[in-house]
């Protein structure tokens, strides 16, 4: 197998050339003689290793490293190989299939680029966006396209998008930050009450509200929650590894020895970063 293919060479390349090539691969590794891994893999047992692939490549480009990132748009790529493959073998349908099809969505639903429409704002390319789902046939209630297996961030976003388009919404940033302080106060007299569900509903009203927030700055709600999770890893690891050097570990530690590293190492990170 040869390694990563130089980006200056590219071009002596064609995409479809290498992509036909992988498929070789796959269909090597399927057929007889190949991994008995591979070879019996399925769509249900695939499920799992794509969304994990998935979220991989998330990560990646959260971090920016562009040799991460090749790499598990390569992960992701395999997985949409194999599964059309799969159902190829199947009689059913094939990557050309899968291929032809989203080329022919995208050209469709793009008439001001490859067609005479003109689109000058957002508005006006959403509603032409929205004039081709409805000539594919896709009509319906406006939250049909949600979906639950979608996190739970992600979909409050996107269901305060869709609210958003037929005018259900607050005006401005003041009214979504005024109703985060009246979710808010609503919690707070929740937790004087001994009703775990009630406490939960007010929860969820004050997550949904602060989702709203994220969406009224253009800030993705999910994508920043993760890069918290990351900050808190990193810098926990920090602590961990100060407490070392004083021959503590977060076990043996008080909370005001933890506390105190915490925010030493909270100030070195933004002293690096200004």
Request: net charge negative; with cysteine.
């Amino acid at each position: 197998m040869t390694g990563a293919l130089p980006f200056q060479k590219e071009q002596s390349v064609h995409p479809a050339a290498a992509l036909t090539a992988l498929v070789e691969v796959i269909r090597r590794l399927r057929g007889p003689g190949g991994c008995p891994w591979d070879a019996k893999q399925t769509p249900d047992t695939l499920k799992t290793y794509m969304l994990e692939e998935a979220y991989e490549l998330v990560e990646a480009l959260d971090s920016g490293d562009l040799t991460k990132i090749r790499e598990e748009l390569g992960d992701v790529l395999l997985h949409l190989v194999m599964l059309s493959e799969i159902y190829r073998e199947q009689e059913l349908f094939s990557l050309t299939e899968v291929i032809d099809g989203i080329r022919a969505k995208m050209i469709h639903r793009h008439p001001h680029v490859f067609g005479e429409e003109k689109a000058e704002t957002l508005e006006e390319l959403r509603s032409i966006w929205e004039k081709a789902k409805v000539a594919e046939g896709k009509t319906g209630a406006l939250l049909a396209e949600l979906t639950p297996r979608q996190p739970a961030l992600a979909q409050a976003q996107r269901l305060g998008e869709a609210a958003s388009r037929i005018g259900f919404d607050w005006p401005d940033l003041t009214g979504v930050l005024d109703k985060f302080e009246e979710e808010l106060h609503e919690f707070r007299e929740a937790l004087e009450e001994a009703d775990p569900a009630h406490q939960e509903e007010e929860l969820g009203d004050l997550l949904f509200c602060l989702v709203n927030v994220a969406r009224f700055l253009r800030i993705d709600s999910e994508g920043a929650l993760r890069r918290t999770i990351h900050k808190f890893i990193k810098r926990f690891h920090l602590v961990e590894r100060a407490l070392i050097k004083q021959g503590k570990t977060p076990e043996t530690a008080s909370l005001e020895d933890m506390d105190a590293i915490w925010e030493e190492v909270k100030q070195q990170q933004r002293r690096r970063s200004a």
